[in-house]
């Protein structure tokens, strides 16, 4: 493979780039250990230079990853607080002729993302992107006898390349092995790319399956055996076994082997965290504009969606984990999804969310379910926009409080001491409970005594609390009071405060900058809209 490899990239134009990325590279004395996830108890953690990581990311816009936009990227990032960047490599740009790969973008990534301190994550636009096929390289969208199309059920090819193609996936699998190939020559010793997603949004949009006369014969005959052990179901044919779900059941068996098999190859050459993120299906009343909910239409057919999740954990394991994208901001949607993905074995990954307002708070939520990172999509000064609020204004103001604990976080979520509370209607009031320890936090001021807590206008209000030892604690949030009690008693009944510090964690080390007491304390732990702080809270009982 390696040979075949070194051939395609004599042709390589960035030889130089390598040479210059690898010399900045060399600073580092020693290769940094490899990221990789781990699990622990049903936690899990994303490993990056050997200690937990929180993803605080932030992913450009589609059209972005190109050296004319890249500048217009860095501002926004850095204006986010955000400590990983997502960028997409376009099939079409890297092979746009068969075999000939350019990696100049992808250096240029690699080199501009170490120069601005951040992690990279690589989005693969290869066979699928949102449910069509529009990164290809024109030589495949060109040659629809050797690459196959889906075949709609009035028998037309449609705009998306067929899974149940050995051609289409060879293809590309071999674009893929020398990108990760490329990352692997460049990033071994430094590990700037911590994750990389193996296509995107995955599946067919126009039909349910590939209704092309070879599929529909496979189709007819029995369902694999590999299938059916995932399933626990009994032998049958797929519509005896699958029933109405058979067209989308079907489709995600060839694309879940499909894209598992591009992702073994890549993983071969370069043996770093990949995942898939998914388009989720959402319930009609969650996007009342689309008024379907079928898949091939309301979503792209085939996909890790909620219900497939299982199919896919299982065809496909050299996926690492599988991201929801969550674009409702409906608060008991968004639970679902996260408490689905958090489990079957998956590390909870947000690779895409809304970057509006309206999503900030559930950086929180997703933290409270354990999540190893979260990414808000659409970030960068190029003037566009997806979202029709401000950008990430909410989001910018976490990561900014998050950002410098970051590393505390990911290990003490990891090792299941965190817990997180989100304001909702009706809930302005929420207790964590710690054990021994109560958590009573309030959302929004002011707080006059003898008066429930107010909430937050827009629901924005968020609170974070890590127990540190058995009576040390962690915390922080924006617009939210967090009190402690023990069972049965109000805050301050045989409990006290024997100090509240504020501070942070420089290198690991908490660092002390004032004692909080008084009016910042005495009806809870104070957090203020707009102000960034972080209290380690050490309590007693008398
Ligand atoms: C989800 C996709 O994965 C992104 O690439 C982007 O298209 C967003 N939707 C918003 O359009």
């Known amino acids: 493979m390696h040979s075949k490899l070194q051939i395609i990239n004599c042709r390589s134009k960035s030889l130089f780039l390598i040479l210059s990325i690898l010399f900045v590279g060399s600073s580092v004395s020693r290769a940094a250990e490899a990221p990789r996830i781990v699990e622990k108890g049903g936690r ?18 589609n059209s972005s990853s190109w050296a004319s936009t890249l500048p217009e990227v860095w501002p926004a990032l850095k204006d986010m607080h955000a400590n990983t960047v997502e960028a997409p490599v376009y099939w079409e740009q890297l092979e746009a002729s068969p075999g000939n790969f350019d990696f100049s973008t992808v250096d240029m990534l690699v080199q501009r993302t170490r120069e601005n301190h951040m992690h990279l994550v690589v989005l693969w636009f290869g066979t699928w992107k949102n449910g069509n096929m529009h990164y290809v390289p024109q030589w495949v969208k060109t040659d629809i006898k050797k690459y196959p199309r889906v075949i709609n059920q009035a028998g037309e090819p449609i705009d998306v390349l067929s899974a149940n193609s050995r051609a289409n996936l060879e293809a590309d699998k071999h674009a893929f092995t020398a990108l990760m190939h490329h990352l692997a020559e460049i990033d071994s010793t430094e590990h700037t790319v911590i994750f990389v997603q193996v296509e995107n949004e995955s599946g067919i949009i126009g039909s349910p399956r590939d209704f092309s006369l070879s599929s529909n014969r496979e189709f007819e005959s029995k369902i694999p055996a590999d299938l059916l052990r995932a399933a626990g179901k009994s032998p049958g044919t797929w519509r005896e076994v699958f029933g109405g779900d058979a067209d989308e059941v079907f489709q995600a068996y060839y694309q879940a082997r499909y894209i598992n098999e591009v992702a073994e190859a890549g993983k071969r050459e370069f043996n770093i965290p990949l995942y898939c993120n998914v388009w989720l299906s959402y319930p009609i009343a969650e996007l009342p504009e689309r008024q379907v909910g079928n898949p091939g239409i309301g979503w792209p057919s085939g996909g890790p969606v909620q219900r497939l999740l299982w199919l896919w954990k299982a065809l496909a394991p050299a996926l690492d984990v599988i991201g929801p994208d969550i674009y409702s901001d409906d608060l008991g949607f968004y639970t679902n999804v996260l408490k689905t993905y958090a489990t079957a074995g998956n590390a909870l990954w947000i690779p895409e969310t809304g970057n509006s307002d309206a999503y900030a ?31 990430p204004k909410l989001h910018s103001e976490n990561f900014a409080l998050l950002e410098p604990i970051s590393r505390e976080i990911a290990r003490l979520n990891f090792e299941g001491k965190l817990k997180a509370a989100v304001d909702a209607p009706g809930q302005a009031e929420q207790e964590l409970d710690f054990g021994k320890w109560k958590a009573s936090v309030r959302f929004g001021f002011p707080q006059p005594d003898g008066r429930h807590a107010p909430g937050t206008p827009a629901h924005t209000g968020r609170a974070l609390v890590a127990q540190l030892s058995s009576d040390e604690f962690l915390v922080t ?4 009071s967090v009190a402690f009690h023990t069972e049965g008693r109000l805050p301050g009944l045989r409990m006290q405060i024997l100090s509240a510090e504020e501070g942070t964690f420089e290198n690991g080390v908490w660092k002390t900058s004032r004692l909080w007491n008084g009016d910042q304390t005495d009806r809870g732990l104070a957090f203020r809209k707009h102000i960034r702080t972080v209290v380690k809270i050490h309590l007693g009982t008398f």
């Open 361 to 391: 708070s559930y950086l929180f939520l997703a933290l409270n379910y354990g999540a190893i990172g979260f990414s808000p999509f659409g970030v960068d000064h190029t003037g566009w926009t997806f979202s029709e609020g401000e950008g």
């Open 477 to 480: 949030g924006i617009d939210a």
């Open 44 to 61: 899990h953690a994303l490993m990056v230079d050997g200690a937990p990581f929180l993803v605080l990311g932030a992913q450009i816009n």
